[in-house]
Nanobody, 120 residues
Framework: QVQLVESGGGLVQPGGSLRLSCAAS????????MSWYRQAPGKERELVAVITSTGGRTNYADSVKGRFTISRDNAKNTLYLQMNSLKPEDTAVYYC?????????????WGQGTQVTVSS
């Protein structure tokens, strides 16, 4: 079973950037498709981005396309989310999790997430 720990969140001004990391333990990370989800206050959790186990394919929610980049380093058992041109509506708790492709079926438990706040 993969255990996941998210980090890298914080307070950033609109237009700024952050890079989130998700450190995975266990031997199945490199064979797992992975996704980033987020949950804003009062809203349901939503899929942000998904990446295949090899990193060869990615997909994004329309709201982040062109601004966010998902990537992974299987040698380091780490998933990343580079977030550029951040907007106040990107404010949310961000979670990583194992999923299918295209990220609609989740496996395992949610971690604690990392808070991203975009505000001036």
């Amino acid at each position: 079973q993969v255990q996941l720990v998210e980090s890298g969140g914080g307070l950033v001004q609109p237009g700024g950037s952050l890079r989130l990391s998700c450190a995975a333990s266990g031997s199945t990370f490199s064979s797992s498709h992975m996704s980033w989800y987020r949950q804003a206050p009062g809203k349901e959790r939503e899929l942000v981005a998904v990446i295949t186990s090899t990193g060869g394919r990615t997909n994004y929610a329309d709201s982040v396309k062109g601004r966010f980049t998902i990537s992974r380093d299987n040698a380091k058992n780490t998933l990343y989310l580079q977030m550029n041109s951040l907007k106040p509506e990107d404010t949310a708790v961000y979670y990583c999790i194992r999923t299918n492709w295209p990220g609609t079926t989740r496996f395992g438990s949610w971690g604690q997430g990392t808070q991203v706040t975009v505000s001036s």
